[in-house]
């Protein structure tokens, strides 16, 4: 495994790869890394000649001083286990070497629907950086294919919806949320939950499957209200529970469609958030 942190370095070494057709996987993190993010590295593996995987914790992208500042840093546990899932190359550059001086790196592209509700709506700004942030590493990777987590649908579709508009000749593979055996989604976040928050953040999975098994027979307000009480209770605070249109993302009235059900909770300072999609129709 290369550990690159300039991006010329990186780039004069995916060239070498590409000069021999090579196919090339390239899985985007903000480290601290834990078996989500690995079953994304695998999928590149397997399915390309050469995967690498980025690990810039993106600034721009948080809307929260305090969460940046909090956000868990393990690079050295980090590349131990890239190298162990035979990872091609690791990309860890500096803010500087992503967002230099002289280049615009703002991506000015209209959204529609996608970034209005949920994350969109709760977390202002937040898509604005991650567009940014993926537009330039795609620029500077021009992978093949692009490996991200349904465990963040919305990001997810952002990102397809970029690559689609701005005509990017990489493919974006969704792949499954990782989940705790308590059904837990694996979140770089949850080290930072005590063993008791870890047991009581169950209950957000539960409620998310449970939502699953009501739309066969409730209509949508009913289970979207059960949700709600569901995960307003102490010791959770609530952001949002929304039951959403799977394409555009905007709320649901009805299941006549398909949707997903997503939600953002907060378990004292961390925030959760979860997705499952509900299949009626
Ligand atoms: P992050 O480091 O949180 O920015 O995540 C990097 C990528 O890993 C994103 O595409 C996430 O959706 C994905 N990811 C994070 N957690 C999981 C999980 N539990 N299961 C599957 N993918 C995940």
Not at 36 to 55: M, P, R, T
Request: contains cysteine.
């Amino acid at each position: 495994m290369i550990l690159f942190k300039t991006v010329k370095s990186l780039q004069d070494y995916i060239q070498q790869h590409k000069k021999q057709g090579h196919a090339i996987g390239f899985v985007p993190t903000m480290g601290a890394l834990h078996q989500g993010h690995l079953s994304l590295i695998q999928q590149a593996v397997k399915n390309n000649d050469c995967a690498i995987c980025s690990i810039f914790v993106n600034p721009t992208q948080f809307n929260d001083a305090g969460d940046l500042q909090r956000y868990p840093r393990t690079v050295e546990q980090d590349l131990a286990l890239l190298e162990q899932h035979q990872t091609s190359a690791v990309f860890l550059p500096s803010v500087e070497e992503i967002y230099p001086n002289d280049l615009d790196t703002t991506v000015n592209l209209d959204l529609g629907t996608l970034d209005k509700f949920m994350e969109g709506e709760h977390r202002p700004g937040h898509f604005k950086g991650v567009v940014q942030v993926v537009k330039r590493l795609l620029d500077i990777v021009t992978p093949n294919r692009l490996y991200m987590g349904q465990k963040d649908f919305q990001q997810y579709s952002i990102i397809r919806y970029m690559v689609e508009q701005l005509q990017i000749s990489t493919e974006v593979i969704r792949c499954p949320i990782v989940r705790e055996p308590n059904g837990l989604a694996m979140s770089s976040r949850n080290v930072l939950l005590s063993e008791e928050e870890k047991k009581q953040a169950a209950l957000i999975s539960k409620t998310l499957y449970a939502a699953q098994k009501e739309a066969l027979h409730l209509p949508l307000e009913q289970v979207k209200q059960n949700a709600i009480q569901k995960l307003s209770r102490p010791p959770f605070r609530l952001d949002y529970f929304e039951i959403a249109n799977r394409r555009s993302l905007q709320p649901a009235a009805s299941f006549d469609q398909p949707t997903v059900a997503c939600t953002a909770v907060f378990l004292g300072k961390i925030r959760l958030i979860d997705n499952v999609m509900i299949n009626v129709v």
